[in-house]
C-alpha cells in the first residue's frame, strides 16, 4: 500500500469519525482500513487518533496531516486529470528535431497546420543536422532524412526522396550532358556538406549505391544556393528533384541521368516508444502520415527537401510502415 492509499485512508476515517464508516466508503473491510492507518502511524512515529469503541478523533499530529494532505490530494487529482488528458487529447508541448534541409521545405507549415487543428499543443523545435538521443535529450519525435540506425527507436518511414542532376541549358550545351555518373568528375560541381565533411554525390548504378568524391568549385554548408548558381550556368547541381522543381519547370535547370537517380532515400518520423505516447504525439503522426504519404497529393508535391544522406541498409527495433 503506497503513502498517497494511506492518507486517503486516514482522511476518510478522519471525515466520517470512525473505522467502519470509512471501510464502507472505501469498499473495504474495517479491519483493513484500521491496519492502514496503524501503518501511517508506524511510519511517522506518532499517534493520528484517539480511539474509543465507538468513535474517532483526531490528535494534534492527526489534525496538521489531515489539514496539510489536502491540498496535497487536489493537486494530485487536479495532475492525474491533466495526465489523462493528454493521453486523450492532443494538448501539452512536442519537443521535435529535424535538420535545416527540412526547413526549406513545407515542414514548418505542417507543423502550423497541426498547431492551428490542435491549439492546445505547443511545439519546441530543435534545429540541427547532429543525430540527438531522443531519451537522453526528452525529445518526443525525430524528423531525418536516410536511414536511422538506433535499434531502440520505432521508425516510420514518410515520403520518399527523389534525387535529380541538373544544368542550365546553356552549360550542358558547352560542357557536354553526361551519360554516366563518372562522367559528372569531369563537370563544374555545386555541391553542399557539413563542416568537416567531404562532399559527395550518389547514385544507383547496376544495382548498388554508387557514390561520386568532389573536388567542386562551390561547395556550402547548406543548399539553399545552389539552385540558383546552376540556372546561372555555374555547373551542376545534385539535390532532391523537388527542390529543383520551379527551376526544371521555368526551363532554367536541365535534369539528367534521371534513370540513375539513387533509391531507398526517405523522410522518417523516429520516436522512442510505441506504447503510452501522448495523444499530441500519436496526432502529428497521423497528421505527417496522412500530409506526406500519397494521401494529399498536393502537399507532397509542394514538398522540397534538401539533404544529401548515403542510401545504407540499417536494421531497426520496428519495421518501416
Not at 563518372?182 to 548498388?208: C, I, M, S, T
Not at 561520386?212 to 540556372?231: E, H, K, R
Not at 526517405?266 to 497521423?286: C, F, G, I, P
Request: hydrophobic residues 45%; neutral net charge.
Amino acid at each position: 500500500m503506497d503513502s498517497l492509499d494511506l492518507i486517503q485512508t486516514f482522511r476518510e476515517v478522519a471525515q466520517r469519525g470512525s473505522f467502519s464508516a470509512a471501510a464502507r466508503a472505501l469498499d473495504m473491510s474495517p479491519a483493513n482500513a484500521s491496519k492502514y492507518v496503524a501503518q501511517l502511524e508506524e511510519r511517522f512515529g506518532v499517534r493520528l487518533f484517539h480511539r474509543t469503541t465507538r468513535k474517532v478523533s483526531l490528535t494534534d499530529a492527526g489534525e496538521l496531516l489531515f489539514e496539510r494532505s489536502a491540498a496535497l490530494l487536489e493537486l494530485i487529482d487536479m495532475t492525474e486529470g491533466e495526465l489523462h488528458e493528454r493521453a486523450t487529447k492532443p494538448s501539452g508541448r512536442l519537443s521535435i528535431t529535424a535538420p535545416h534541409g527540412l526547413m526549406h521545405s513545407q515542414l514548418p507549415i505542417l507543423i502550423g497546420n497541426f498547431m492551428k487543428d490542435h491549439p492546445a499543443v505547443t511545439v519546441n523545435l530543435h534545429v540541427t543536422n547532429h543525430v540527438v538521443a531522443l531519451a537522453e535529450e526528452g525529445v518526443d519525435l525525430a524528423l531525418r532524412i536516410g536511414p536511422i540506425e538506433d535499434a531502440n527507436l520505432i521508425v516510420r518511414r514518410l515520403v520518399p526522396i527523389e534525387y535529380a542532376v541538373a544544368a542550365s541549358p546553356g552549360y550542358w550545351a558547352e560542357h557536354g550532358l553526361p551519360q554516366h555518373p563518372d562522367d559528372l568528375l569531369a563537370h563544374r560541381q555545386l555541391a553542399y556538406a557539413l563542416a568537416g565533411e567531404a562532399p559527395r554525390w550518389y547514385f544507383h548504378v547496376d544495382g548498388k549505391t554508387k557514390d561520386i568524391p568532389l573536388q567542386p568549385i562551390f561547395c556550402a554548408t547548406d543548399p539553399a544556393p545552389l539552385p540558383s548558381l546552376a540556372a546561372m550556368g555555374l555547373g551542376v547541381v545534385w539535390m532532391p528533384r523537388l527542390a529543383l522543381r520551379p527551376h526544371i519547370d521555368s526551363g532554367a535547370l536541365e535534369p539528367a541521368l534521371q534513370k540513375y537517380s539513387v533509391q531507398g532515400v526517405w523522410v522518417y518520423a523516429a520516436y522512442a516508444q510505441r506504447r503510452h505516447n501522448s495523444a499530441a504525439l500519436r496526432a502529428l503522426l497521423e497528421y505527417l502520415e496522412v500530409k506526406l504519404r500519397g494521401r494529399d497529393d498536393e502537399t507532397t508535391q509542394t514538398l522540397a527537401l534538401p539533404g544529401p544522406p548515403a542510401p545504407r541498409s540499417a536494421k531497426r527495433k520496428a519495421a518501416s510502415t
